[in-house]
């Protein structure tokens, strides 16, 4: 069981930057694959950016790609999202997932979920 708890969104300008958390509980966190999501109103969820066990691999979406850097720690049971030249349709509500071993962006591969945490760029 793992439980995830996502923090570090809100409100900045286009062309700035936000650094968002996850913050996992559970035995099994090192051994998870992590993931971050995000869903725009009205839109479907979106994948963004997955890392392994170790933090020696990543994968991230085109749409984010050279703007957003995927990490964790895993003495700290933490996964962080850096966003950088944010830009108004990067806006949606950012959530960080588990997977017990699916390497995949398909969100059914993912277990467990946070609650998400809000990012608001303004033009």
């Known amino acids: 069981q793992v439980q995830l708890v996502e923090s570090g969104g809100g409100l900045v300008q286009a062309g700035g930057s936000l650094r968002l958390s996850c913050t996992a509980s559970?035995?099994?966190?090192?051994?998870?694959?992590m993931g971050w999501f995000r869903q725009a109103p009205g839109k479907e969820r979106e994948f963004v950016s997955r890392?392994?066990?170790?933090?020696?691999?990543?994968y991230t979406a085109d749409s984010v790609k050279g703007r957003f850097t995927i990490s964790r720690d895993n003495a700290r049971n933490a996964v962080y999202l850096q966003m950088n030249s944010l830009k108004p349709e990067d806006t949606a509500l950012y959530y960080c997932a588990a997977s017990s071993g699916r390497w995949s962006s398909s969100a059914d591969a993912y277990d467990y979920w946070g609650q998400g945490t809000q990012v608001t760029v303004s033009s």
């Open positions: 890392i392994n066990w170790s933090g020696g691999m990543t």
């Open positions: 559970g035995r099994t966190f090192n051994s998870a694959i």
